[in-house]
């Protein structure tokens, strides 16, 4: 089977970093994505990480460690609107590819 | 690409009523995707289809449960009967690689 666990609610400066931690159990471990979503809205896609190591992409950075079984998002220079629940999602195999969601960490940005 | 599109965007029925949502997929894309998402237990995969063929269906939560794929460009999630406990909001994505998934805006069910 698969499982994610990510911290349920952050809180964070306008301005400031802030790290999203997730940790997986999943077997024939292909790779982990990130996704944000806004109140009322979809999830949206912001990143893949199928090799260890950081990959960034503007402000947000997604960081992977298989050995570690560990990623971790990091949003640099917070804005008021990337408050939003942001999901780590993971790719095991079973055959084929299947794409498991964590429960989602809320983001609150503060002033 | 107008992206994934589902529909309705909101049904309220009665409890004991069958519902069926429906999703239309991004052309191209070959792995499509259902997912339920409620306060409690976040977004939950239901089934997911590669190639039209149901892959994995262990999500499904029970039998009043059901879901199709009779061509590449749609799919249709089903409940009979339907229970106050299945409100929520029902995701449909799809993808190609499924590195990256795009999600429809969803449908939130009420069942009173």
């Known amino acids: 089977g698969q499982s994610l666990e990510q911290p349920s609610e952050v809180t964070a400066v306008e301005g400031a970093i802030v790290q999203i931690n997730c940790t997986y159990q999943t077997s024939g471990f292909y790779g982990l994505s990130w996704y944000q979503q806004h109140d009322g809205g979809a999830p949206t896609f912001l990143s893949y990480n199928a090799l260890d190591g950081l990959e960034e992409t503007g402000r947000f950075s997604s960081f992977l460690s298989r050995s570690d079984s560990y990623g971790y998002l990091l949003l640099q220079e917070l804005q008021m609107k990337d408050s939003a629940s942001y999901f780590c999602?993971?790719?095991?195999?079973?055959?084929?590819?299947?794409?498991?969601f964590g429960i989602g960490t809320k983001l609150q940005v503060i002033p | 690409d107008a992206g994934v599109i589902q529909s309705p965007r909101h049904e309220v029925t009665e409890m004991g009523q069958e519902v069926t949502l429906r999703c239309k997929p991004i052309s191209g894309h070959n792995s499509l995707f259902w997912y339920r998402q409620t306060m409690m237990r976040g977004l939950e995969l239901l089934i997911y289809f590669n190639n039209n063929v149901p892959i994995d269906d262990s999500g499904m939560p029970e039998d009043r449960f059901s879901a199709k794929m009779p061509n590449a460009s749609f799919s249709t999630l089903k409940i009979q009967p339907s229970e106050p406990r299945d409100s929520a909001v029902y995701f449909c994505?799809?993808?190609?690689?499924?590195?990256?998934?795009?999600f429809g805006q969803g449908t939130r069910l009420t069942v009173v």
């Open positions: 994505a799809s993808s190609r690689q499924n590195t990256e998934a795009f």
């Open positions: 999602a993971a790719l095991g195999s079973g055959g084929y590819q299947k794409v498991t």
